[in-house]
């Protein structure tokens, strides 16, 4: 670590007790690095846990990464495709979790984990993570749950087989969470520090596929298209951009985020809501904002309904995106399906005012 700075992120006692508890493990054990599910993981948390599956490997460690929901996101894709990431899903848990001795999270806390167990280990970087009793809670005010990954498994003197692969990977989860460092109010040296040092590591030609160039469908232009079909000055109303993708597939859920991403780049847009109707059985919502006056989470539950479960409603892996699911009763679901395109559209109007 730089000696420019004034304290440390990761202590000498946090390190002596994360090398305990993986020193504790019976050789007969695996350890279980556990995701979060809702949403889906992104690549701070992909890279995350590949770091630590990929340490653990060159210590003679089995591991395994558990995830949970359905992963449509590009870039997500991307992540898993181009690093070989195999994930594990709940059932596979179910089957074999007695092969476990230690379970580590990883950019998630418990109420959002992608299996249901109890962790001995958390890495995160959302503040309002509850701190669990017996635990070792690392959690830590930093832009990116990869920068706290990066700076224990340096502190430790990790050694990997493929260094610019982990490199890369990291760079990309600080790089995606952090806007590339633009978000001022969230990155802090440790990240600054922890994306300079990486960035000398990576393999280019990956990092700027996996942040800037991976592919994306014509499903996804298709959607794009319907957001951006209507009067402009009536999509964007001051500082707020309200976009409806119209009607999609389970499978292209994550284009409504990645759209409303892009929308936010747009001069003087605080806010973006975007919207689609998926197969006609609910709403899928996705709010993104880079203003810190605005609890995201209280305004998906005062926007999308009160009674919305907290299942149904999201503050997102990443503070300034939420979202919500906004079920279908049977007589809209009928209607929906009835519908011709052109009504279909009336309806989504509807929806959008």
């Not at 942040?211 to 957001?227: P, S």
């Not at 284009?255 to 936010?264: N, Q």
Request: aromatic share 6%; proline share 4%; with cysteine.
């Amino acid at each position: 670590m730089p000696e420019k700075l004034q304290k440390q992120l990761i202590s000498d006692d946090e390190v002596r007790q994360v090398l305990e508890k993986i020193n504790s493990l019976p050789k007969d054990k695996r350890v279980a690095l556990v995701v979060h599910k809702n949403p889906p993981p992104d690549p701070d948390a992909l890279a995350s846990a590949l770091a630590w599956q990929m340490a653990l490997d060159d210590r003679g460690i089995k591991s395994d990464i558990f995830s949970g929901g359905a992963i449509s996101h590009p870039q997500n894709i991307a992540m898993i495709n181009c690093l070989k990431i195999e994930l594990r899903d709940e059932k596979y848990w179910e089957r074999n979790s007695n092969n476990y001795g230690l379970v580590i999270f990883c950019d998630t806390c418990h109420n959002n984990a992608a299996i249901n167990v109890r962790p001995d280990i958390i890495f995160d970087h959302h503040m309002n993570s509850p701190i669990i009793d017996g635990c070792l809670n690392l959690i830590k005010k930093v832009g990116a749950n990869s920068t706290i990954v990066y700076h224990l498994l340096k502190k430790i003197g990790a050694e990997f087989s493929h260094p610019s692969l982990i490199a890369t990977a990291l760079a990309v989860g600080i790089d995606t969470d952090t806007k590339s460092l633009a978000k001022v109010d969230e990155v802090t040296e440790f990240d600054l520090s922890a994306h300079r040092e990486l960035l000398s590591l990576v393999d280019y030609a990956l990092f700027k596929h996996l942040t800037e160039r991976f592919e994306v469908t014509r499903g996804f232009f298709k959607c794009l298209k319907m957001a951006l079909s209507e009067n402009i000055d009536a999509i964007f109303v001051g500082s707020m951009a309200v976009l409806g993708v119209g009607e999609i597939k389970q499978s292209q859920i994550d284009y409504i985020p990645l759209i409303a991403d892009m929308v936010l780049r747009t001069e003087q847009v605080r806010l973006v809501v975007g919207i689609g109707i998926v197969e006609g059985q609910f709403i899928k919502a996705s709010v993104r904002t880079d203003l810190e006056s605005i609890q995201i989470d209280q305004f998906c539950k005062e926007v999308f309904g009160a009674e919305t479960s907290s299942e149904l409603v999201s503050t997102g892996a990443r503070p300034g995106s939420g979202g919500a699911k906004v079920l279908f009763s049977a007589s809209e679901q009928r209607e929906w399906t009835c519908a011709m395109p052109e009504e279909k559209q009336v309806l989504l109007n509807i929806k959008l005012r």
